[in-house]
Structure formats: C-alpha cells, structure tokens
C-alpha cells in the first residue's frame, strides 16, 4: 500500500471515531434530564446545594465523602441555578475532559514505545475513555466519580512526566474527591518506595496528608458498624458487576468473544517477524508509566481488605480507567498485526462499539429501558403525583423533599404548601383529634426494598382506622419503582381507645 493510501486510510478512520466520540458524548448531553435525580443525587443536591460554605462543611462531617466533589459543585451552584440540569451538566463537562486526557496520555506513551502506533492508540484510547459503559454511565451522574477520573487522569499524566508539582496538587485533590483516590495514591506511595522512587512516593505521601486529616475527623461516623453497611463482601458478583460496568450487558460471553478473537489474532493475524522493543534501561515498563501497577495494587489491598471491613464497590473501580484505558491503548496500537488482523480486530471493535450505544445508555435513555429510572428510584414521578396533597409520608422524606425542589426548579410543578413528613410527622396527625379523610404513604425503589418502611408507617395508620391500598400512578409500566399507598379514613380510632 502507498504512503498516500494509508495516511488517506489513517485520516478516515481517525474521522470517524472522532464521530463516534462526538455522538456518544452529545447523546449524554440530550439526555442531562431524561431520567430523575435518583437517591444519590438527591443526597448531592441536599449535601451541595446549601445556602453558605459553612453550612455544607457542618453537614460533610456526618458524611462518608471527603469535601471537594461537593465543594466545587457549591460553587458551581452559585454560578448557575441550583437544578438537576447544571449538577449533571457539571459532570458530563468532567467527563470531557477527563476523557480528552486519558486520550493524550495513551498518545504520550505510544510515542515512547517504539513499535506502538500513536495514531492508532490515541482512536482506541478515544474509543474507551468517551464510549464505553464505564465512564458513560457517570458522565451525567451528580455524584464525584468523572471528577475523580479527571483527576487520577491528570496525577498519572504529571507522575509520567516527572513534574512533582502538578503530581502532588493531582494526588491532594484525587484524594478529597473519593477515599478511593486516597487509597489508589497510597499504593501508588508504596510501590514507588519498593522500586525506589522515593521522590515520587514522599510527593503521594505528603498529598494524602489533607484527606487523612479530613477522615481522621471524621473517624467517627466512617468506623461507625451502619457506615457502608450496603457493601457486601467480595464475591463473584463484584467480578461480574464489574465488567459488566466496562464491557456492557452480558460481560462474561462478551468476554469470552474477545478472549476468541485475541486467539484467532494471535495464530493467524500477526507477523512473522514483530519490531523490536526498546530496551528497558531505555523506556520502563509500560505498566509503571501508565500508573497501572500501583493501580492493581490498590485493587488487590482493597479486596482483602473487604472481608473483613467491606470496601470493594464496583462503581468505585471507575479509578481504574485513567491506568487501564492507556495501558489497553498503547499494547494494542504495538501489536504488528497483519491485513488478516486488522480485519478482525476492526471488526471486534466495531462490535463492540456497536453494543455501547445501547449499553451504555440503558439507565439513561427512557426509549431504551421504558420508564426513566436509574438505579431502581422514581422519586421525581411520585413527587409530581402529590404536590398537591397536604398529606404525605414517607420514610425517606428529605430525599422528597429534595425530589420536590428539584422538579420545582425544573419548572415541572407548583411549589408544594406542605412539606413530605415522616414517621414521626405521622405519629403526630394521628394523635391528633382531627384526623383527615386521606393520606398517602410513599417510597421509591423495588417493591422488596421498599415493603418494610411503607409497612411500619402502613401499620401506623391501619392502627388509626384508615384503610391502605396501593395507588397507580402514571401507569404501573411507567412507574414500577414509584410505591404509593393511598390510606382513607374508615373508623378513626381515638388515642384513649389505642
């Protein structure tokens, strides 16, 4: 083939992932508030959006997250409303960026590796960092993992460069973002002092000294035996959820096709004679430079660790990406493949590809999963259904309350006369003398999660004299995770009676 063909051939394939990129990342963007603030975004929204800095400080110390994420969103909130608009549009410009980095990281490291094709490392890191599941799923999420993406992207960029400046600022701030950028950087201290790097690992040591402080305040409530009490320990489900979260649906088939394709590759799509590699006096191991060693480092501490205090979250292993996605790019840009093999891995990616525009976008497109949730949670459905009651209950009524501000803010409903009240709020009218002919009982979730707080405050209200049923609202399809229970009054029980 001319120099002339391929470089048209290398212009058109580089135009093209351009454009898928671009399509993945502005279908993200159309979808910003295509589905409702689900319980963790509500807790975002209830933790950042506070009147004064103090107040959201003096909140975060009963809190299982250290403070930038939500300080940064504080501040973006004073820029822009407070809505679920901006607080997901926060993110997915993150998530650009991080993906932007993690792309010129692998370019940067296939520059260093004689027989990598930077061209092809930068389109397959592209690929990755702005298609696949992982980062897609929270690139319009109002939680801190793009943000810690972007900065673990951007500590490995400076760590590879040896600019221990802008490697100490990335570490303090990866490590006020997540614990887990704490625990990725303490890794990454060890390894650097086992290989000797001590400038490196005193630099990481040193810029995990404000999150260490910050959790040492807030010992506490982390170290309390209901801190995290949601995380099971390690087991093959953490394996599947995982890769799952990187490869889409069905991740074990899927892997087993790729793990076909790397044989056929391997017997009948390489060459004969492959490049040599520099020595490694002169270029370091691709692993050490991409930060993916100490980055499985941490994945292995954190595993054994979790059977005894569980850590180990899948999402959480997003920290992995700013490593893997590189490291992934750079060995399959040196791979001297043969016409036959290029065939086939162009095939495989394309596949792949393929199955990410569904995958990646199951819990955010409401076309594709049929009823707008995301994470099992319709809070914004049953907010809208009973604005207009006086009384609502729930135990989970400040996430409500959330709920209502937000769809208030989005200028989907009126604002409320009456707040949701919980089970306390509802001991209180049912004491009273005057009880009302109707009340409504709520939570959001799968009807297994959410049986046992709508039966304590149904049983509540049975006791009084009212008489509960379940309640459609907007069509038991559109809404399976939105639980209502309507409660009329048939024979009020007085107090003296009870």
């Not at 993906?99 to 990755?128: D, E, F, N």
């Not at 199955?355 to 907010?383: K, Y």
Request: hydrophobic share 50%; with cysteine.
């Amino acid at each position: 083939m001319s120099a002339e063909a391929g470089g048209w051939r290398g212009r058109w394939g580089g135009a093209v992932v351009v454009l898928v990129c671009s399509a993945f990342a502005l279908r993200a963007l159309l979808l910003l508030d295509a589905t409702g603030l689900w319980s963790d975004e509500l807790y975002t929204v209830g933790k950042s959006f506070q009147p004064s800095y103090a107040a959201l400080l003096a909140m975060l110390r009963l809190d299982t997250h250290p403070p930038l994420y939500y300080s940064l969103v504080w501040l973006w909130g004073q820029l822009l409303p407070a809505s679920a608009v901006t607080l997901r549009l926060f993110s997915w410009i993150v998530y650009l960026a991080g993906g932007l980095l993690i792309t010129a990281q692998a370019g940067a490291l296939a520059s260093r590796w004689s027989s990598a094709r930077p061209r092809l490392a930068v389109a397959a890191a592209a690929l990755m960092a702005f298609c696949s599941p992982y980062p897609v799923r929270f690139a319009i999420e109002g939680k801190g993992y793009a943000l810690l993406v972007l900065l673990v992207a951007l500590a490995w960029w400076w760590r590879q460069r040896q600019q221990w400046l802008g490697y100490s600022a990335s570490v303090v701030l990866a490590a006020l973002t997540h614990y887990y950028g704490l625990f990725l950087f303490a890794a990454a201290a060890v390894w650097d002092c086992w290989r000797r790097r001590r400038r490196a690992s005193l630099i990481a040591a040193v810029g995990l000294i404000p999150a260490l402080i910050w959790m040492a305040q807030a010992s506490a409530y982390l170290m309390r035996s209901g801190t995290g009490a949601w995380i099971g320990r390690p087991d093959f489900a953490l394996l599947e959820d995982t890769l799952a979260r990187a490869l889409g649906l069905w991740p074990l088939p899927k892997l087993g096709l790729l793990l076909l394709v790397a044989v056929v590759v391997a017997r009948a799509g390489l060459q004969a004679s492959q490049p040599d590699c520099k020595s490694s006096a002169e270029f370091p191991a691709l692993a050490e430079l991409s930060g993916l060693t100490p980055s499985l480092l941490m994945v292995g501490g954190v595993v054994v660790i979790s059977f005894w205090k569980p850590l180990a979250f899948s999402r959480y292993f997003v920290v992995l990406l700013p490593a893997l996605i590189p490291w992934l790019a750079v060995r399959l840009s040196a791979l001297p493949l043969t016409q036959h093999g290029r065939g086939v891995v162009t095939l495989a990616a394309a596949a792949l590809v393929i199955t990410w525009w569904w995958h990646s976008f199951r819990e955010l497109d409401p076309a594709v999963n049929g009823h707008g949730a995301r994470e099992a949670d319709q809070f914004q459905l049953v907010s809208r259904a009973l604005a207009a009651e006086p009384h609502r209950f729930s135990r989970r009524e400040r996430l409500f309350n959330l709920s209502d501000r937000m769809e208030v803010a989005a200028g989907r409903m009126t604002e409320p006369l009456y707040p949701w009240g919980g089970a306390s709020a509802l001991d209180q009218l049912l004491a009273s003398s005057a009880l009302p002919v109707q009340l409504w009982l709520a939570d959001s979730g799968d009807v297994e999660g959410t049986r046992p707080r709508l039966k304590a405050l149904r049983r509540r209200a049975e006791a009084a004299g009212y008489r509960c049923q379940k309640a459609e609202i907007a069509g038991s399809e559109a809404a399976p995770y939105a639980q209502v229970q309507q409660c009329q009054l048939e024979a009020p029980l007085h107090s003296e009676h009870r």
